[in-house]
């Protein structure tokens, strides 16, 4: 599995370390929906989501891996026991529990799997389960997880064809063995959300993998941002305009599929600014410059059912690189994310919320005030906060600006509005530990 799903779950469970649901007007109607999602506690003190990577092996062959995954398991993988007690250190993070997310590489290849899932959930940790859709992967696994105490899995559709989407995962046949297992996971009882790596030579089939998420009832549709790293790097990705079109496109489309964006945190500044224009009755294309991809995209999906209603489209969970977020390595290396290759600690010998609250590179990008360029000049970084990953890929330093952004500080015309509306829901979010 490609490593976009390793950190994409995480608004994908309910869980009591969120929010509750807030009011705002628009039009002069009421709705009962909170513009931004914060977790209820700090995330200075502890994550929202702990991501681990039990193997490298995968017998897919993805071209945007980051992992650039191998056929067999890494010799100095955590060892059971290990793994086991990485499960404690998690469930010492204490309530709510962090939602754990099981991914890889393929981490069916890890014989133990089952052993780990169920042990996850003696521990009363939501757990979810990212694998890839290979022979492995087999109805009678997904039902027995799920006995034991799965909550989610994510599968991924990166094209709205078999063509587009098995020449990404470099097997053939992939597409038509996602789709089988989905519908296993939901008639079992999972939930399950779907990734998407959109690159230029997949954009194209957004709508339709769209369509695909609302008509099959995804829980999520989960939209990576490809940080250019690993077998990435051949791949062609998209400009800061076209991203700006793309995200203001899966806006539209989460008036009827829940979506969420990896490694692409300025989603959720987009998303308070189409709130504003809401409120003021204006139509996007007249205020945010928005190109032809966005006609494109927006085009083939003309009159689809508003199924959520008219109400306030929520931002994704604020949750970034080190501020709610913590990757383990196969070998038990943990990184502010799975693109971001600086190394804070090694769970096998420091327990891993020590490392999460002390490591110097935790504690630097926890600190809005160390944002550069454009990022640090920002009124939207308490809430989005850029890319730190791609930052780091593109210059070398991960408090730089994110260069998949276009967005120029204090250029929207609605600024007041913005600051307003921002201000109404901050008086609502509890954020104590």
């Known amino acids: 599995m490609a490593a976009e799903e390793r950190q994409s779950l995480s608004d994908s469970v309910s869980m009591p370390g969120t929010e509750a ?5 628009i039009n002069g109607t009421l709705y009962r929906a909170r513009l931004l999602r914060r977790p209820r506690f700090s995330t200075e003190v502890r994550p929202f989501i702990v991501i681990w990577e039990m193997t490298r092996a995968c017998d897919l062959a993805c071209v945007h891996c980051r992992a650039e995954a191998v056929v067999y398991r890494h010799p100095a993988e955590l060892t059971t026991d290990e793994a086991m007690r990485l499960v404690e250190q998690v469930a010492d993070i204490g309530n709510p529990a962090p939602l754990f997310v099981l991914t890889g590489g393929d981490p069916m290849k890890r014989p133990d ?38 909550k989610v899995v994510s ?47 997949n954009v194209l089939s957004l709508p339709g993998i769209a369509r695909m998420a609302r008509e099959r009832n995804a829980m999520t549709w989960s939209v990576f941002f490809m940080v250019p790293t690993g077998r990435a790097i051949s791949l062609e990705p998209l400009t800061a305009d076209e991203c700006e079109d793309v995200m203001n496109f899966l806006y539209d489309v989460s008036k009827a599929v829940r979506v969420k964006t990896t490694e692409g945190p300025h989603f959720r500044r987009v998303v308070i600014q189409r709130s504003a224009l809401e409120r003021v009755g204006l139509e996007p294309e007249k205020v945010m410059k928005l190109g032809p991809l966005y006609q494109r995209l927006k085009s083939p999906l003309s009159g689809w059912p508003q199924v959520f209603g008219a109400h306030v489209r929520r931002s994704p969970m604020e949750v ?38 002390e490591s110097s590179i935790f504690q630097q990008l926890r600190d809005e005030a160390k944002l550069e360029g454009r990022c640090g000049q920002c009124e939207f970084k308490s ?31 609605y600024h007041s509005i913005v600051v307003e509306m921002m201000g109404e829901d901050q008086k609502s979010v509890d954020i104590s530990v």
């Open 155 to 201: 599968l991924s559709i990166d094209g709205d064809t078999p063509r587009v989407h098995d020449k990404f995962r470099g097997v053939d046949g992939v597409f038509e063995r996602t789709i089988e297992l989905w519908d296993v996971a939901v008639s079992c009882g999972l939930k399950v959300q779907i990734n998407t790596t959109v690159v230029r030579q």
């Open 320 to 357: 970034n690189a080190a501020r709610g977020f913590v990757f383990i390595s196969h070998i038990g290396e943990v990184y502010p994310s799975g693109f971001l290759p600086i190394v804070a600690g090694n769970v096998r010998t420091k327990h891993l919320l020590e490392i999460y609250r």
């Open 113 to 150: 799997l089952k052993e780990l899932v169920a042990y996850a959930a003696e521990k009363d940790l939501p757990v979810a389960l990212s694998p890839s859709a290979t022979r492995l992967l087999t109805a009678s696994a997904l039902q027995e997880m799920h006995a034991l105490g799965l």
């Open 21 to 25: 649901s807030g009011e705002s007007r």
């Open 383 to 413: 809430v989005c906060g850029g890319s730190r990953s791609r930052a780091y890929g593109a210059f070398g330093n991960p408090m730089a600006e994110d260069p998949l952004c276009a967005y120029l500080p204090r250029s929207f015309p």
